[in-house]
């Protein structure tokens, strides 16, 4: 005789493991493998992954490299396909789309934050952040719109016409946020979003993305191997060869907001390149300007 | 920059294709141009069947009797379309005045000669037909000969000797100057051709009569009723070949076109091998581009461009490319073509075709070489792109 708990959870749609709760799933991985052919070796990336994400959740992913956090990024954000297994983004499966058909999704159902903010260079913060409005066919006016209204969302006003090499690597990645925002996208995905930023800039960037959350409901998934920055999430999945190892949340996630008012006020005046204290310093040692490379932090 | 050296090979391509054609136009122009001022209602009557599209052109000598002035008499009388006829007997030969002397070629023809020929008296005056009647030992030469023979002073009136005989000088042609062919037409002397055929040659032979129609109208009809006639004195039955020919300048201007056009298509190919060089120089540069913004593609990927718009975006690059360069080339030739007459002394008439030909090949380049690599953008992978270095 089943309980009514179980009853409940067969009549679901198979595959849905959590607890029932108000939000709707916005992600849903179902038994997930993902094996590459090297020459004659097989890789199994993915043994089986199965995991449901909720509207408005920020989750952080962590776990090292070959852990499978990668490959299924990778696969949440349609850029590559399971070996088996079905993905349902928003109930849809998703699993067996055309290269165009994913590519259409994530234009319109994904947003992207990279750790080496891959934006344009010799083109504007605007033109960067409309570029998904173009794919989508917006026309002019309205892209114009938005991505004004985008880039003020995430502190930017005033820096539409900077072209990246003119912004701190703070500011790149907020235009990177701003970019991912623009077509209203179901969620956002930020692969180790604050690699390449210095301690402050990376709590202002967290700052944005829980600012998203809170305030828009936008359902976040963050990739880090920091376990500084998964304390921001409310959830954190835990990834080791190609399993999941743990799934856990956090009760009292790290305030962003409440920090940067504790941190010693530094005016980042990005017109006046002017080191002025050591966490100016720190700026320069450890921001990533773009076409320097430094050591591993190295990227575009 | 980069762009600019790209681009090179196009923009000499098209240049030197506007400019070659150009040339050939302009060379056109200026046969028209001769065969107008020489008139459109002369024709060339000779002995002996000759090819038109052919290498002889109307002076040529077939060794044939079958012209005589007979003939020629008849067709002035019982042609009607026919207004003028003159014989012409040619030679070379010495002229020697004093210690002096010049070899040139000496026309016998009739006193109609000018005004068939269009080609006026300077000094003195032509010959007239008492001196044809009589064979009159008299001489018209042309500016050339006077130049060198008679340095400084008038040649009317001198008495000169040709072939051990004495000529006097009664008149001095106009200058014509080269003729197409870039022969000196004022290195000629004109004498009755009476007195060719009896005082030089020895000979009842005419080689060619020139023979002008009543009106350029009436040319063609004077070609028919000239052939019937000389088939019927010369007894040709029908099944018998012509053995004369009767051509008109546009013949002429014809075999001088056919070979002019090869001329051009062929300039105008060896200049289209430089587009081609100047496309694969296209494809090379799109390639490199496609590998250098390997990253940026993965970024248009990853953000939703569809395979499609990736090879659009890079297609329409390079057909930037190869159009900017056609553009280019065409104001290049197009300057080019505007000099050379002042430069070369060639005439050139541009032509529109070239230009709307060269615009739409530059177009075609930049598709056509631009493809291959547009493709590769396309069909990049967007996880690899984005890990690029």
């Known amino acids: 005789m089943q309980s009514i708990v179980e009853i409940q959870k067969q009549s679901l749609a198979p595959g849905v493991l959590s607890k029932i709760d108000d939000a709707p799933v916005v992600i849903s991985l179902e038994h997930i493998h993902k094996t590459y052919t090297m020459g004659d070796v097989e890789v199994h990336a993915l043994r089986g992954i199965s995991l449901e994400i909720k509207k408005g959740e920020f989750v952080a992913i962590m776990g090292a490299s070959g852990s499978g956090k990668s490959t299924t990024m990778n696969i949440i954000g349609c850029l590559d396909r399971p070996t088996k297994g079905h993905y349902f983004l928003d109930g849809e499966d998703l699993s067996q789309l055309s290269k165009d058909q994913r590519a259409d999704i994530r234009n319109k159902k994904l947003g992207f934050v990279f750790q080496g903010f891959n934006l344009l260079s010799r083109t504007s913060a605007l033109e960067n952040v409309e570029l998904p409005m173009l794919y989508a066919g917006v026309e002019t006016s309205e892209r114009h719109r938005r991505s004004l209204a985008a880039l003020a969302a995430v502190g930017l006003a005033g820096r539409e016409k900077n072209h990246p090499n003119q912004l701190s690597g703070g500011q790149q990645q907020r235009v990177a946020i701003a970019r991912s925002l623009v077509n209203d996208p179901a969620l956002i995905l930020a692969d180790e979003p604050t690699g390449n930023l210095d301690s402050r800039t990376s709590v202002e960037v967290m700052e944005i993305f829980q600012r998203l959350n809170r305030e828009r409901g936008m359902t976040l998934i963050l990739v880090t191997h920091e376990p500084d920055i998964a304390e921001y999430a409310d959830r954190v999945v835990v990834f080791k060869d190609g399993r999941i190892k743990s799934d856990y949340r956090i009760e009292s996630p790290r305030n962003a907001t409440e920090e940067l008012k504790l941190l010693p006020v530094v005016e980042f005046d990005d017109e006046d390149d002017e080191a002025t204290d050591e966490v100016r310093t720190e700026d320069r040692v450890n921001e990533k300007r773009p076409g320097l490379k430094v050591g591993k932090l190295s990227q575009a | 920059m980069r762009a600019a050296l790209t681009m090179l090979g196009i923009i000499i391509g098209v240049s030197a294709v506007i400019a070659m054609v150009s040339i050939g136009q302009g060379a056109q122009q200026s046969v028209q141009a001769q065969i107008a001022s020489i008139g459109t209602n002369l024709l060339f009557v000779s002995a002996g069947a000759q090819n038109v599209g052919g290498v002889r052109t109307g002076t040529g000598d077939t060794g044939t009797n079958t012209l005589t002035v007979e003939d020629l008499d008849a067709i002035k009388r019982e042609v009607p ?20 002397n010049w070899n040139t070629q000496i026309q016998g023809v009739s006193e109609q000669f000018p005004e068939i020929r269009k080609w006026t008296v300077q000094d003195g005056s032509f010959f007239t037909d008492a001196d044809v009647r009589t064979a009159a030992r008299v001489l018209i030469v042309g500016q050339t000969i006077a130049d060198n023979l008679f340095p400084g002073t008038s040649a009317v009136g001198q008495t000169l000797r040709v072939k051990d005989l004495p000529f006097r000088v009664v008149g001095v042609m106009a200058r014509k100057g080269q003729d197409q062919q870039g022969r000196d037409q004022d290195d000629t002397a004109f004498a009755p051709y009476t007195t060719v055929q009896k005082k030089i040659l020895g000979s009842p032979r005419v080689q060619v009569a020139y023979v002008s129609a009543l009106s350029p109208d009436a040319t063609y009809t004077a070609q028919v009723q000239i052939g019937e006639l000389l088939r019927q004195r010369h007894k040709l039955g029908p099944q018998d070949a012509d053995d004369f020919s009767v051509r008109n300048m546009s013949d002429i201007a014809d075999a001088a076109n056919q070979t ?6 062929l300039l105008a190919s060896i200049a289209s091998v430089s587009l081609v060089v100047g496309g694969i120089g296209i494809m090379n540069i799109m390639l490199v581009s496609v590998t250098e913004r390997t990253r ?16 659009t975006q890079f297609l329409i690059e390079s057909v930037v490319l190869s159009l900017t360069g056609g553009l280019i080339g065409i104001l290049l030739g197009l300057g080019v073509s505007l000099l050379i007459p002042s430069l070369l002394g060639w005439p050139t008439a541009v032509s529109l075709a070239a230009v709307i030909g060269s615009v739409i090949f530059s177009a075609a380049v930049g598709i056509f070489f631009g493809y291959y690599p547009a493709r590769k953008a396309a069909s990049l992978d967007p996880i690899d792109a984005l890990r690029y270095e």
């Open chain 2, 260 to 265: 002019n056009s090869i001329m051009t298509m």
């Open chain 2, 81 to 100: 379309s026919v207004s003028m006829v003159t014989p012409t007997v040619n030679t070379r030969s010495q002229l020697i005045f004093g210690s002096q």
């Open chain 2, 296 to 311: 940026e593609i993965g970024i248009r990927m990853a953000i939703g461009a569809r395979s499609s718009a990736v090879r």
